[in-house]
């Protein structure tokens, strides 16, 4: 195979899996924060992921706000979409290599939907501080925001706590995604 096609599958693979998880983890923080389910981001993000979540909840139940189903699926097509990238790029990976791999690019995932969400919530309060969107947003970054809105005074009126959260999850990917990330490849070309 061409060097130019191995990389634009190997591009397409990545791209198509890593948009799919995406969704698949903000569905889960959705249901975690318990979302409206009639809003209509909550409506596509079901619509989106409900054809491969429905049949492993039947198996899968949800604990304590947490989609077990949604969170298995989720580390299943990182596995999957590790495994075809290692075969384009260098063969047959390493099995506990993939499981690192997997979780660290989930952690990953998680930490930067986390911080685009906050990002996003922090410009919106300044520009459109009423809208629905903001409503979802607040409720959706709670888990994170909430210890720092805690802790982080209001200076003048204004809160600044979206800086120490966007500051902390940068750092939890530095110190926790970034070795996990290293030790799954060191393993899985090991």
């Known amino acids: 195979m061409s060097n130019t096609l191995n990389s634009g599958l190997l591009f397409l693979i990545k791209t198509l899996f890593d948009l799919y998880l995406t969704v698949l983890v ?3 923080i959705l249901v975690y924060v318990k979302a409206n389910y009639f809003d209509p981001i909550t409506q596509f993000v079901v619509k989106l992921t409900d054809f491969l979540v429905k ?3 039947r198996i899968l139940p949800t604990i304590r706000n947490f989609e077990l189903s949604s969170i298995v699926l989720t580390l299943i097509l990182e596995i999957i979409k590790f495994v075809l990238l290692a075969m ?6 390493n099995f506990v290599g993939l ?3 997997a979780l660290g690019d989930t952690l990953n995932l998680i930490i930067q939907i986390f911080f685009y969400a906050i990002l996003i919530q922090a410009v919106l309060t300044w520009v459109q501080p009423g809208s629905w969107l903001n409503h979802l947003l607040y409720q959706f970054t709670a888990p994170v925001m909430q210890p720092f809105q805690r802790i982080t005074p209001r200076i003048g009126g204004i809160d600044i706590s ?3 959260a966007l500051i902390t999850l940068q750092l939890l ?3 926790l995604v970034a070795p996990l ?3 799954g490849f060191g393993t899985s070309l090991g």
């Open 162 to 164: 979206p800086i120490p």
């Open 181 to 183: 990330m290293a030790a």
């Open 55 to 57: 049949p492993l909840r």
């Open 173 to 175: 990917n530095i110190i």
């Open 88 to 93: 384009l790029a260098f063969g047959a990976p």
């Open 26 to 28: 903000i569905r889960i």
């Open 99 to 101: 499981l690192l791999l």
